[in-house]
């Protein structure tokens, strides 16, 4: 980041998140990326340079959508994939520097994210909302029913018992209802099971929003790309249009813009989120 540039945007930020009476934190995949959560090079390397070795994939993304020889060697990916994503200590003090700047502010945040970093790094759970999923959530594939089932014991067991890329056949998740395989909670089509816990959160996020229509509000979008834009950037501009008190923030490596109706109640600022949240 050229901070010389930046640098009246930085104190505009900073003077906006002192003072926002609330603040929105929309964050997608590029605030993980900042906290360490990187799916490529030495990392990938490290916990799955044997599946790089044997099927010549170069990251962790492309390996989840990889037709593997077997279920067993698919949980051992998986396994692997969700443990080192989710469960393991990996942020870099990303989260955490976000949390101390809004822990005493009226916030929520929604995010397309499912490594489940806002809550380990303190935010409030019912403050969160999941648009996506959660890794550490195993679903029915079908699914035959709208549950969730929480995860980590059994990947643990699945990361610890796996040789030669297979976990023990016994390991394989099936649905504790229908018997069919279990899936991960990731929204990709159209069996993504959203469940008790998600629409709650969605009920939360809808409330916050109406209850502080036309309130000075800080709309501060971190790390969203154009995957899926619809979720939290087409919606932030939208609600900065329709109010006066609004100010829309986007930090991100190489796109971050606003749209020209609201420029002037935008802080757009280009570089590395750890970097500026520090």
Known sequence: MDRSNNEAKLERLKDEIKNAEHIVIGAGAGLSTAAGFTYTGERFERYFGDFEEKYGFKDMYSGG????????????????YIWYNRYADVDNG???GLYEL????????ITTNVDHQFQKAGFDKERLFYTQGDYGLFQCSTPCHNSTYDNEDIVKEMLDRQENMKIPTELIPK?????KPMAMNLRADDTFVEDEGWHSAARRYRNYLRSHKGQRILFLELGVGHNTPVIIKYPFWEM?????NAVYACVNYGEAYAPEEI????ICINGDIRDILK
């Open 102 to 109: 809004v822990k005493d502010k009226d916030y929520f945040v």
């Open 240 to 244: 900065t249009v329709e109010n006066p």
């Open 263 to 266: 420029a002037s109640r935008s």
């Open 94 to 96: 990303t989260y955490k």
């Open 65 to 80: 959508f990889f037709p593997f020889e077997s279920p067993e060697e698919m949980w051992a990916y998986w396994s692997r």
């Open 175 to 179: 649905c504790p209802v229908c018997g």
